[in-house]
């Protein structure tokens, strides 16, 4: 490596640091603060359940937190994938004062639902039976479930605040599979289709590296379709799809990668094997299926208490049967064969080929 160009991948890597720091501490500020509010992850009153697992291992914890961003760090020096948009190019001082206070003033709500048990507001006479009855809750307790535009544009606030300002880097982590999918090919030709692609933020990391696939957006929610139609907008060829995962209407072999991104947990038993069988059908044969998800039970024995923690205080009634799915035989039986897998902090990415 010449003078120049390390001198260059130092004052790169030192703005990766100092921008990754100031990033974890203001979203680790905000989880501190909606803690405060929220309380303890039992509500009052509410005997914990006794614990399965060994305590959490702190150590182990922190630990991973820094290997991720160590990672982050080592796919963008060899070029893996570019400096990230958000450290690229971060929100305004007023964006982000709007998104705090916006985001603590929710937190309030948050608490009053998690107190209540408030988890089915979103069910009312307007709402059933134009959405399945599983979608209709408030996951997380959060406001107006998946159905506002609020909700929606309050979303990455809240989910870099859960993960202290490690969800991009972990979501980031898909990309190298996304990369070895298109060694040799041109990305023109690529068709991706992303599964519950939320206010579109993964999408936009992918087209930021390869502008040219041809991407589409699924979502059932029409105001996080909206949000991802607004984060997306810069970029050409992107399909927006209103449509459940599990049953999406599209064409046979259609795609030559899937994504699902925090999809999976959030659907019941029954509907992730469906979803499965459905990326089979929509999967052009040697199609490649990117499941990028929590990590479930023994993947980090020393965290294993935290996801058994975790539906309990942010009602998600389905994350601990995805925690103990045994995913290459749910995948096998909706005709897929697991090909690789990599642990990234709290999220885990494991590829699957259409068998
Ligand atoms: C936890 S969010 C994940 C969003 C995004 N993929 C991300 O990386 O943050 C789940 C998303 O999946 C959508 N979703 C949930 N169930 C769905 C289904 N059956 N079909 C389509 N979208 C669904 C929700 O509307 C929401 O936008």
Same mark, same amino acid.
């Given at each position: 490596?010449?003078?120049?160009?390390?001198?260059?991948t130092?004052?790169? =890597?030192?703005?990766?640091?100092?921008?990754?720091?100031?990033?974890?501490?203001?979203?680790?500020?905000?989880?501190?603060?909606?803690?405060? %509010?929220?309380?303890?992850?039992?509500?009052?009153? +509410?005997? #914990?359940?006794?614990?399965?697992?060994? #305590?959490?291992?702190?150590?182990?914890?922190?630990?991973?937190?820094?290997?991720l961003?160590?990672?982050?760090?080592? =796919?963008?020096?060899?070029?893996?994938? %570019?400096?990230?948009?958000?450290l690229?190019?971060?929100?305004?001082?007023?964006?982000?004062?709007?998104?705090?206070?916006?985001?603590l003033?929710?937190?309030?709500?948050?608490? /009053?639902?998690?107190?209540?048990?408030?988890?089915?507001?979103?069910?009312?006479? +307007?709402?059933?039976?134009?959405?399945?009855?599983?979608?209709?809750?408030?996951?997380?307790?959060?406001?107006?479930?998946?159905?506002?535009?609020q909700?929606?544009?309050?979303?990455d606030?809240?989910?870099?605040?859960?993960?202290t300002?490690?969800?991009?880097?972990?979501?980031?982590?898909?990309?190298?599979?996304?990369?070895?999918?298109?060694?040799?090919?041109?990305?023109?030709?690529?068709?991706?289709?992303?599964?519950?692609?939320?206010?579109?933020?993964?999408?936009?990391?992918?087209?930021?590296?390869?502008?040219?696939?041809?991407?589409?957006?699924?979502?059932?929610?029409?105001?996080?379709?909206?949000?991802?139609?607004?984060?997306?907008?810069?970029?050409?060829?992107?399909?927006?799809?209103?449509?459940?995962? !599990?049953?999406?209407?599209?064409?046979?072999?259609?795609?030559?990668?899937?994504?699902?991104?925090?999809?999976?947990? +959030?659907?019941?038993?029954?509907?992730?094997?469906?979803?499965?069988? !459905?990326?089979?059908?929509?999967?052009?044969?040697?199609?490649?299926?990117?499941?990028?998800?929590?990590?479930?039970?023994?993947? +980090?024995?020393?965290?294993?208490?935290?996801? $058994?923690?975790?539906?309990?205080?942010?009602h998600?009634?389905?994350?601990?049967?995805?925690?103990?799915?045994?995913?290459?035989?749910?995948?096998?039986?909706?005709?897929? $064969?697991? /090909?690789?897998?990599?642990?990234?902090?709290?999220? %885990?990415?494991?590829?699957?080929?259409?068998?």
């Open positions: 490596m010449s003078l120049a160009t390390s001198a260059t130092g004052a790169k =890597h030192a703005f990766y640091g100092a921008s990754q720091l100031a990033r974890v501490a203001w979203f680790t500020g905000h989880y501190l603060a909606g803690r405060r %509010k929220m309380g303890p992850i039992a509500r009052p009153g +509410e005997a #914990p359940a006794a614990d399965a697992f060994a #305590p959490l291992d702190r150590e182990r914890l922190k630990q991973s937190f820094r290997e961003f160590r990672a982050d760090w080592s =796919h963008i020096k060899s070029g893996a994938y %570019k400096m990230p948009l958000e690229r190019r971060p929100p305004s001082l007023s964006r982000l004062l709007t998104r705090s206070r916006d985001y003033r929710d937190t309030e709500n948050v608490a /009053r639902r998690k107190y209540a048990n408030g988890h089915s507001e979103v069910m009312n006479e +307007e709402t059933a039976g134009k959405y399945p009855r599983y979608y209709l809750q408030n996951f997380h307790f959060q406001t107006d479930g998946w159905l506002s535009a909700s929606a544009d309050r979303y606030m809240q989910v870099e605040t859960l993960f300002g490690a969800a991009a880097a972990m979501r980031r982590q898909a990309l190298p599979f996304i990369r070895r999918a298109l060694a040799g090919r041109d990305p023109a030709s690529i068709e991706l289709l992303d599964l519950g692609c939320g206010a579109g933020g993964f999408l936009e990391t992918v087209l930021d590296n390869w502008p040219g696939i041809k991407a589409s957006a699924l979502d059932l929610s029409p105001a996080y379709l909206g949000k991802a139609q607004t984060t997306l907008s810069k970029f050409r060829h992107v399909r927006f799809i209103r449509a459940k995962a !599990e049953a999406s209407g599209l064409g046979d072999a259609s795609f030559d990668i899937i994504t699902a991104v925090y999809l999976f947990h +959030e659907l019941p038993p029954k509907i992730r094997l469906e979803t499965a069988r !459905e990326a089979a059908r929509l999967l052009k044969p040697g199609g490649i299926f990117l499941l990028v998800d929590t990590i479930q039970y023994g993947d +980090e024995p020393g965290l294993d208490t935290l996801l $058994e923690n975790f539906p309990r205080g942010f998600e009634p389905y994350y601990d049967s995805y925690c103990r799915l045994d995913l290459a035989g749910e995948f096998a039986a909706a005709g897929f $064969e697991k /090909r690789d897998e990599r642990l990234a902090f709290l999220t %885990k990415v494991t590829a699957f080929a259409k068998a």
